[in-house]
């Protein structure tokens, strides 16, 4: 059974913090992805990576980086964590052809900026 | 226009009834199209995926899809209280991504 693990639950961090949320998949799944779900606005794309050390922008990129140094851990960084940060972050992995392959999320951490 | 657009509900029905959920999409090239179903507090899982027009049956699921009108829908039949959930309709817009509806909240009833 796919798992993937989201390495925090909840997360309080003030404005200004570097803040990084870690993610780590154990069925060698090329893609991998982070998500943030607002109220209203659904799932939206930060960034994907379809291999180590790739990584492609999604639809909101700005004010977050991402790390794929091994294939099975994919890090999401906040480089300075403002209010409108505050969200649910999902991560997310799959095989190579998406259109085939459904996405396995973990269970999400929901950040705080204050 | 959103390109992907769902009601957000909340869609009441009885306990046995059909719950229909529709979705429709505004990118005409789109070819693969997903129901992912999200309990309160956790994670969406898939329930069904559908690629060609018609109808898709598992279950007490079917997905119904008609890419000339551009839309997507999910009937559940004999609907259970444990199918309370938000119910997110996604599209493909590469291989690599996938563009989501907000969802709809479905109760169901006892």
């Known amino acids: 059974d796919v798992k993937v693990t989201q390495s925090s639950r909840y997360l309080v961090k003030r404005t200004g913090e570097k803040v990084f949320l870690e993610c780590v998949q154990d069925?060698?799944?090329?893609?991998m992805f982070w998500y943030r779900q607002d109220p209203g606005l659904g799932l939206r794309l930060i960034y994907f990576?379809?291999?180590?050390?790739?990584?492609e922008k999604g639809d909101i990129p700005e004010g977050y980086s991402v790390s794929r140094e091994k294939k099975e851990r994919f890090s999401l960084i906040l480089e300075s964590a403002s209010t409108n940060q505050t969200s649910m972050y999902l991560c997310a992995s799959s095989l190579p052809q998406l259109n085939n392959s459904p996405l396995h999320f973990g269970n999400g951490t929901r950040l705080t900026v204050t | 226009q959103k390109e992907v657009e769902q009601n957000s509900g909340p869609l009441s029905v009885p306990e046995g009834a059909i719950a229909s959920l529709n979705c429709t999409y505004s990118d005409r090239v789109s070819q693969s199209f997903f129901w992912y179903r999200q309990y309160s507090g956790k994670s969406p899982e898939l329930i069904m995926s559908?690629?060609s027009n018609g109808d898709k049956e598992d279950g007490r699921f079917t997905a119904q899809l008609n890419k000339a009108s551009q839309y997507v829908s999910l009937l559940i039949r004999d609907s259970q209280p444990s199918d309370s959930a938000t119910y997110l309709c996604a599209v493909n817009r590469s291989n690599y991504q996938l563009i989501w509806g907000a969802g709809t909240k479905l109760i169901i009833k006892p």
């Open positions: 069925m060698d799944h090329e893609n």
């Open positions: 559908i690629y």
């Open positions: 990576s379809y291999d180590v050390k790739m990584k």
